[in-house]
């Protein structure tokens, strides 16, 4: 089992920034990639940002490129995503997940076998 904490969420203007940060605990050997997702009142859940364990590669929706960077810093099990520019439709709670497997499209969230509790996001305009 993979317990993870979000955490840094809050209320900023529409402008701002805000870093979160997911704090990976238990068996946390053999995990492949981290990502975060978020969802919006009344939408699906959708992809924003994946990191490889290694921190070497990442991966961005659209939506979040030249906004967002996701790190991981040295070997901690922590996984942060720095958000520059907010908007308020990236209004949302946001989830980080962890994937074991390695398999499926890093942007679905049917890869991803553990997940946070979320931690909400609200931009004002």
């Known amino acids: 089992q993979v317990q993870l904490v979000e955490s840094g969420g809050g209320v900023v203007q529409a402008g701002g920034s805000l870093r979160l940060s997911c704090e990976a605990s238990?068996?946390?050997?053999?995990?492949?990639?981290m990502g975060w997702f978020r969802q919006a009142p009344g939408k699906e859940r959708e992809f924003v940002a994946a990191?490889?364990?290694?921190?070497?590669?990442?991966y961005y929706a659209d939506s979040a490129t030249g906004r967002f960077t996701i790190s991981r810093v040295g070997d901690t099990n922590t996984v942060y995503l720095q958000m520059n520019s907010l908007k308020p439709e990236d209004t949302a709670v946001y989830y980080c997940?962890?994937?074991?497997?390695?398999?499926?499209?890093?942007?679905?969230?049917?890869?991803?076998?553990?997940w946070g509790q979320g931690t909400q996001v609200t931009v004002s305009s």
């Open positions: 990191i490889d364990w290694r921190g070497v590669n990442t």
């Open positions: 238990g068996r946390t050997f053999s995990m492949y990639t």
């Open positions: 997940a962890v994937d074991k497997t390695g398999s499926g499209s890093i942007r679905s969230m049917a890869r991803y076998d553990y």
